[in-house]
């Protein structure tokens, strides 16, 4: 009979091991680790005392009074338990209309006093969570590190005229790395001023934001057209370019660009105007369209010499389109047309299974190197 392993108790485990299982339970919305501290007196002093657990700030942006009231003990909770460490802050935006929720019937209409004191209250939560205090003498430097925003489908123009443009345009964000904008932004303008030390922004489907500092910028990612702001050599330190399909950009140059991302989500119409790009080295392509690849203009870029390529599932109907003729073929066109001088090929699992995708990587006399999702193989399989 085998012998049952032996029983370890969960107050056994070395202190620096349960920091670290700890750490990568904790999740960004704190749900996770707030359960995890009703284990144990041992566990719920060691989550207490990390304030690495707890420099990750989500706040709702909710015209609920019971709703705001908990984001404010939360907030305050982790500022608290935080020990003056950078903070990651994610902010959602919900819509500031209940009857665009709930329909005209709704007793609580749109801009009732409930809704007008909770929108007051969440601009309270932010200028505290920026690190100032109801005393004016009392104010530091926001200690905001990243920054995320994500707009949930609703009216939120409420939100921007009373809460985010006085904000931000109030506040300097001196730490501040960076920026990124979730799913469909609303469509109005928002500036954040200040950033020095700003490297990465993401501006999603959203062209309306305008950042002051942006030389330090080393990744851009925006879908159709860019930044108002993108010209002029803005980006001096640009290296990785990450565009979302429609891309409309045939006018931008960018010389120190060396890293391009290609992404086509949605499966429409490619509408690809690609910029000029004199120095790309690298091109990285996720699509989940049969029709995409004939679409990329990648023949223009003398100087790439490395490509990647995925296929993603398709969000419509949840199938892989590369099982049909006709994408296997697309793909095996780009190929030959524009992956001539291409030296290393990084290709998806699915790609690589078709004897027509094969026959077209042994035509490309240049390829030196050729892995499958980042694993090297022989070119002779």
Same mark, same amino acid.
């Given at each position: 009979?085998?012998?049952?392993?032996?029983?370890?108790?969960?107050?056994?485990?070395?202190?620096? +091991?349960?920091?670290?299982?700890?750490?990568?339970?904790?999740?960004?919305?704190?749900?996770?680790?707030?359960?995890?501290?009703?284990?144990?007196?041992?566990?719920?002093?060691?989550?207490?005392?990390?304030?690495?657990?707890?420099?990750?700030?989500?706040?709702?942006?909710?015209?609920?009074?019971?709703?705001?009231?908990?984001?404010?003990?939360?907030?305050?909770?982790?500022?608290?338990?935080?020990?003056?460490?950078?903070?990651?802050?994610?902010?959602?935006?919900?819509?500031?209309?209940?009857?665009?929720?709930?329909?005209?019937?709704? /007793?609580?209409?749109?801009?009732?006093?409930?809704?007008? *004191?909770?929108?007051?209250?969440?601009?309270?939560?932010?200028?505290?969570?920026?690190?100032?205090? =109801?005393? /004016?003498? *009392?104010?530091?430097?926001?200690?905001?590190?990243?920054?995320?925003? *994500?707009?949930? /489908?609703?009216?939120?123009?409420?939100?921007?005229?009373?809460?985010?443009?006085?904000?931000?345009?109030?506040?300097?964000?001196?730490?501040?790395?960076?920026?990124?904008?979730?799913?469909?932004?609303?469509?109005?303008?928002?500036? +954040?001023?200040?950033?020095?030390?700003?490297?990465?922004?993401?501006?999603?489907?959203?062209?309306?934001?305008?950042?002051?500092?942006?030389?330090?910028?080393?990744?851009?990612?925006?879908?159709?057209?860019?930044?108002?702001?993108?010209?002029?050599?803005?980006?001096?330190?640009?290296?990785?370019?990450?565009?979302?399909?429609?891309?409309?950009?045939?006018?931008?140059?960018?010389? =120190?660009?060396?890293?391009?991302?290609?992404?086509?989500?949605?499966?429409?119409?490619?509408?690809?105007?690609?910029?000029?790009?004199?120095?790309?080295?690298?091109?990285?392509?996720?699509?989940?369209?049969?029709?995409?690849?004939?679409?990329?203009?990648?023949?223009?870029?003398?100087?790439?010499?490395?490509?990647?390529?995925?296929?993603?599932?398709?969000?419509?109907?949840?199938?892989?389109?590369?099982?049909?003729?006709?994408?296997?073929?697309?793909?095996?066109?780009?190929?030959?047309?524009?992956?001539?001088?291409?030296?290393?090929?990084?290709?998806?699992?699915?790609?690589?299974?078709?004897?027509?995708?094969? /026959?077209?990587?042994?035509?490309?006399?240049? +390829?030196?190197?050729?892995?499958?999702?980042?694993?090297?193989?022989?070119?002779?399989?």
């Amino acid at each position: 009979m085998t012998p049952s392993p032996p029983t370890i108790s969960i107050n056994s485990l070395p202190a620096e +091991i349960l920091d670290y299982i700890l750490f990568f339970a904790a999740s960004g919305r704190h749900t996770g680790i707030v359960d995890k501290m009703l284990a144990c007196k041992l566990w719920h002093a060691s989550i207490v005392h990390q304030a690495r657990l707890w420099n990750k700030v989500r706040l709702r942006f909710s015209v609920w009074r019971e709703v705001v009231s908990r984001q404010k003990q939360a907030v305050e909770g982790c500022l608290a338990r935080s020990n003056g460490s950078d903070l990651e802050v994610t902010l959602v935006i919900e819509s500031s209309d209940l009857q665009e929720k709930y329909g005209p019937g709704w /007793k609580y209409g749109y801009r009732t006093e409930e809704a007008k *004191q909770s929108i007051a209250e969440i601009r309270g939560i932010l200028d505290f969570l920026a690190g100032c205090s =109801t005393s /004016k003498e *009392q104010r530091e430097v926001p200690r905001w590190t990243f920054l995320a925003i *994500q707009f949930l /489908k609703g009216y939120a123009r409420e939100w921007n005229e009373k809460v985010l443009t006085p904000f931000f345009s109030s506040h300097s964000f001196p730490r501040l790395r960076c920026v990124q904008f979730i799913d469909d932004c609303a469509p109005f303008d928002l500036s +954040i001023a200040s950033t020095p030390r700003l490297e990465e922004v993401d501006m999603g489907p959203c062209g309306f934001i305008r950042l002051d500092d942006i030389r330090r910028v080393k990744r851009l990612a925006f879908a159709a057209g860019p930044p108002k702001n993108l010209k002029g050599g803005a980006y001096t330190n640009l290296a990785q370019l990450s565009l979302t399909a429609p891309i409309l950009c045939t006018s931008l140059e960018i010389p =120190t660009v060396t890293h391009l991302e290609i992404y086509d989500v949605y499966g429409g119409p490619p509408a690809l105007g690609l910029p000029s790009l004199p120095r790309l080295a690298h091109v990285s392509v996720v699509s989940c369209s049969r029709i995409f690849y004939d679409a990329i203009p990648l023949e223009r870029y003398s100087t790439q010499r490395s490509l990647t390529a995925q296929y993603v599932r398709d969000a419509q109907n949840a199938q892989f389109y590369l099982r049909r003729d006709d994408t296997v073929a697309s793909f095996s066109r780009f190929l030959l047309r524009c992956c001539a001088a291409i030296e290393t090929l990084d290709l998806g699992r699915g790609f690589i299974e078709y004897r027509e995708v094969k /026959k077209a990587v042994r035509q490309l006399l240049n +390829i030196r190197k050729l892995l499958v999702e980042g694993k090297e193989v022989s070119l002779d399989d």
